[in-house]
């Protein structure tokens, strides 16, 4: 099953509103990735927060974990029209350096 | 600028016609991916290189091979495409495997490939 499941699936919302997308796990992990996919695109690395980190930034990007509930989430801020992508969150599970991804959420942001 | 170019970006081949995907990287990174992603389906890591070590996933078809001539080239053939085959080709890098953590993927544009 996956290692990643991100909620909701798709979220739609105006532009200058923050998103927030979460990302639930199950086994223990050494970090936790998000990576944008443009539509019809490869995907780019947004962010990487270690299993001993809490909260990291990056520009209108932020991530937080929760290790203890097996959760993250990230927030965009100040979303604009461009935002709109599919954004997946990865996990490296402690036996393995290898990356799992989720099934990604789809955001739209209306301009 | 250091990249991932993944050539073709659109494949269209036969069923049960070989077809070769390729994907070159000036990132000098040691570790090559191939992933297969089904529409609005994560990303599924077919296999990967650390350096010349190729490591397979155990649920990787068969009809799936990689090869890597240098460190900067790999190719991912298909031997026997099926319709089940058509889906996006990605290729990713990553500087190092890292044995206590992963580090972040670099990932080129994608193929897209249709099976007739």
């Known amino acids: 099953s996956q290692q990643g499941e991100e909620d909701p699936q798709a979220l739609s919302i105006q532009e200058g509103e923050n998103a927030t997308m979460n990302c639930s796990y199950k086994t223990s992990i050494n970090n936790l990735q998000w990576y944008r996919q443009n539509s019809g695109r490869g995907l780019v690395h947004l962010i990487l927060i270690r299993s001993n980190e809490r909260e990291k930034h990056s520009g209108r990007l932020r991530v937080t974990l929760d290790t203890s509930k097996k959760s993250s989430s990230l927030l965009i801020t100040a979303s604009r029209a461009a935002d709109t992508a599919s954004y997946f969150c990865a996990t490296d599970a402690m036996a393995n350096s290898k990356l799992t991804f989720g099934k990604g959420i789809t955001l739209s942001v209306r301009p | 600028d250091a990249m991932v170019i993944q050539n073709p970006r659109y494949q269209v081949t036969q069923f049960g016609k070989p077809v070769t995907l390729s994907c070159s990287q000036t990132l000098n990174h040691n570790v090559m991916y191939w992933y297969q992603q089904k529409s609005s389906q994560a990303p599924k890591l077919l296999f990967h290189?650390?350096?010349?070590?190729?490591?397979n996933e155990a649920d990787t078809p068969d009809n799936f091979q990689s090869r890597r001539p240098n460190t900067s080239f790999c190719f991912l053939d298909i031997r026997s495409p099926g319709l089940g085959d058509a889906a996006m080709y990605l290729c990713?890098?990553?500087?190092?495997?890292?044995?206590?953590?992963?580090?972040?993927?670099?990932f080129g544009p994608g193929t897209r490939l249709t099976v007739t």
């Open positions: 990713a890098t990553s500087r190092d495997r890292g044995t206590a953590s992963s580090y972040e993927q670099y």
């Open positions: 290189y650390y350096d010349k070590d190729f490591n």
